[in-house]
């Protein structure tokens, strides 16, 4: 474990030196304070109390430090994790300005919500344990929106193999561990499950509504609805309740309404394009969709057996000479079966050679001739006086 230490210490330096400085001041403030706690209690002062944020106390500074809060060790390599992360997969999108800002959203709507939420419990069931027992802090209500946020730029990557997750469920399964680990008795309090919860829901909102494109407010296309956050059976019925919330919201002028843009400049083509989308976006999804129509070729070019070219040339060529070269009845050689002329020099001298043979005694058949009797001879022979 020792040898492992300092490699994976000098791993953490480099990835922090190559980041932001709102990525290096957010980790040194969690480190900070973190060292802060050993001496006060950082969580009292700094955390969100739901008895101490709303009046008559108003401890509203509490909504902005509650997100670098940590009393652990674990929770201070999670919430440094988790800026970071954001700094190398989500700043290079969006720009410093823009991660500070979403960073300020998630965190001061998660701690205002989760403190709502408990004064109403209390208004409910007069426990004044959730109004001065309760501290949120930490990390948990950032990770929600990162999470949704990862969802929405790289949501079909796959996170694990076996089982297959991909990142797109990442939210969910989150969600799901925290309310294990409640019910378990694993977890201290409910406060990190309400803060991770509203930061899920306000970084959605953020992204969905309010954050600026090149090409307009938010994202309103259909794989980042929030019916997409649940399992497939439940989609048709949330997404149903989710439609008829966004009316409501939008006839009291919360939430805009979704406009399709029509774009006829190409006289051949239409193209529909959604508002809030972004062009990096779309050409990621263009790539994958080309990904998938490659694999799925080369699968059936596996699957259907091709004939080698060079059996058929070679093939071709044994048709070539066979044809070319046919056999006579008899096997005979097919020069001899080509007609001689009946006159010249050459007919003489065939002449000649034949009666040459014929005086040498060598009996000579209309079938199968000696080799000796195909050589022709081109000299004029020796007369004899």
Same mark, same amino acid.
């Given at each position: 474990?020792?040898?492992?230490?300092?490699?994976? !210490?000098?791993?953490?330096?480099?990835?922090?030196?190559?980041? #932001?400085?709102?990525?290096?001041?957010? #980790? @040194?403030?969690?480190?900070?304070?973190?060292?802060?706690?050993?001496?006060?209690?950082?969580?009292? @002062?700094?955390?969100?109390?739901?008895? =101490?944020?709303?009046?008559?106390?108003?401890?509203?500074?509490?909504?902005?430090?509650?997100?670098?809060?940590?009393?652990?060790?674990?929770?201070?390599?999670?919430?440094?994790?988790?800026?970071?992360?954001?700094?190398?997969?989500?700043?290079?999108?969006?720009?410093?300005?823009?991660?500070?800002?979403?960073?300020?959203?998630?965190?001061? #709507?998660?701690? %205002?919500?989760?403190?709502?939420? =408990?004064?109403?419990? =209390?208004?409910?069931?007069?426990?004044?344990?959730?109004?001065?027992?309760? $501290?949120?802090?930490?990390?948990?209500?950032?990770?929600?929106?990162?999470?949704?946020?990862?969802?929405?730029?790289?949501?079909?990557?796959?996170?694990? $193999?076996?089982?297959?997750?991909?990142?797109?469920?990442? +939210?969910?399964?989150?969600?799901?561990?925290?309310?294990?680990?409640? %019910?378990?008795? *694993?977890?201290?309090?409910?406060?990190?499950?309400?803060?991770?919860?509203?930061?899920?829901?306000?970084?959605?909102?953020? *992204? /969905?509504?309010?954050? $600026?494109? #090149? /090409?307009? !407010?938010?994202?309103?296309?259909?794989?980042?609805?929030?019916?997409?956050?649940?399992?497939? @059976?439940?989609?048709?019925?949330?997404?149903?309740?989710?439609?008829?919330?966004?009316?409501?919201?939008?006839?009291?002028?919360?939430? /805009?309404?979704?406009?399709?843009? =029509?774009?006829?400049?190409?006289?051949?083509?239409?193209?529909? &394009?959604?508002?809030?989308?972004?062009?990096?976006?779309?050409?990621? !999804?263009?790539?994958? @969709?080309?990904?998938?129509?490659?694999?799925?070729?080369?699968?059936?070019?596996?699957?259907?057996?091709?004939?080698?070219?060079?059996?058929?040339?070679?093939?071709?060529?044994?048709?070539? !000479?066979?044809?070319?070269? +046919?056999? *006579?009845?008899?096997?005979?050689?097919?020069?001899?079966?080509?007609?001689?002329?009946?006159?010249?020099?050459?007919?003489?001298?065939?002449?000649?050679?034949?009666?040459?043979?014929?005086? &040498?005694?060598?009996?000579?058949?209309?079938?199968?001739?000696?080799?000796?009797?195909?050589?022709?001879?081109?000299?004029?022979? +020796?007369? /004899?006086?």
């Amino acid at each position: 474990m020792n040898r492992y230490l300092p490699v994976a !210490r000098q791993h953490f330096l480099t990835a922090l030196a190559s980041t #932001s400085v709102v990525v290096k001041t957010i #980790s @040194a403030v969690v480190v900070l304070l973190y060292l802060l706690s050993w001496a006060v209690d950082t969580p009292y @002062a700094l955390g969100v109390t739901p008895g =101490y944020l709303f009046p008559p106390n108003f401890w509203v500074w509490t909504l902005v430090t509650h997100g670098v809060v940590e009393q652990h060790v674990w929770g201070v390599a999670a919430n440094v994790g988790t800026v970071m992360a954001c700094g190398r997969l989500l700043e290079p999108l969006w720009g410093a300005l823009e991660l500070l800002i979403f960073f300020a959203v998630v965190n001061l #709507s998660a701690g %205002l919500l989760a403190g709502f939420s =408990y004064l109403l419990t =209390y208004v409910a069931t007069f426990d004044l344990g959730f109004l001065f027992a309760l $501290r949120i802090h930490g990390v948990a209500g950032f990770l929600g929106g990162v999470l949704v946020a990862l969802k929405q730029t790289m949501g079909d990557t796959t996170v694990l $193999r076996v089982p297959q997750v991909r990142l797109k469920a990442a +939210p969910a399964l989150v969600l799901l561990l925290l309310a294990l680990l409640r %019910l378990s008795g *694993l977890l201290e309090s409910s406060a990190p499950l309400a803060a991770y919860s509203y930061g899920t829901l306000s970084g959605w909102v953020y *992204l /969905r509504f309010y954050q $600026r494109h #090149s /090409r307009g !407010r938010g994202d309103m296309s259909d794989h980042f609805a929030f019916a997409s956050f649940f399992p497939e @059976a439940l989609q048709p019925a949330v997404g149903l309740l989710a439609g008829l919330i966004h009316s409501a919201l939008v006839k009291m002028k919360v939430c /805009r309404k979704m406009v399709k843009r =029509y774009d006829v400049g190409a006289p051949s083509s239409i193209t529909i &394009s959604l508002p809030g989308t972004d062009p990096q976006d779309a050409e990621r !999804r263009r790539q994958l @969709a080309l990904k998938a129509l490659n694999e799925r070729l080369k699968r059936v070019e596996d699957q259907s057996a091709w004939p080698s070219m060079e059996d058929e040339e070679d093939e071709d060529e044994d048709e070539v !000479r066979t044809d070319t070269l +046919p056999l *006579l009845p008899g096997g005979r050689d097919p020069a001899s079966s080509i007609p001689r002329p009946a006159g010249g020099p050459m007919s003489s001298s065939l002449s000649s050679s034949s009666s040459v043979s014929q005086s &040498s005694g060598v009996p000579s058949t209309g079938g199968a001739q000696h080799p000796e009797s195909s050589i022709i001879s081109f000299e004029d022979a +020796p007369s /004899r006086s």
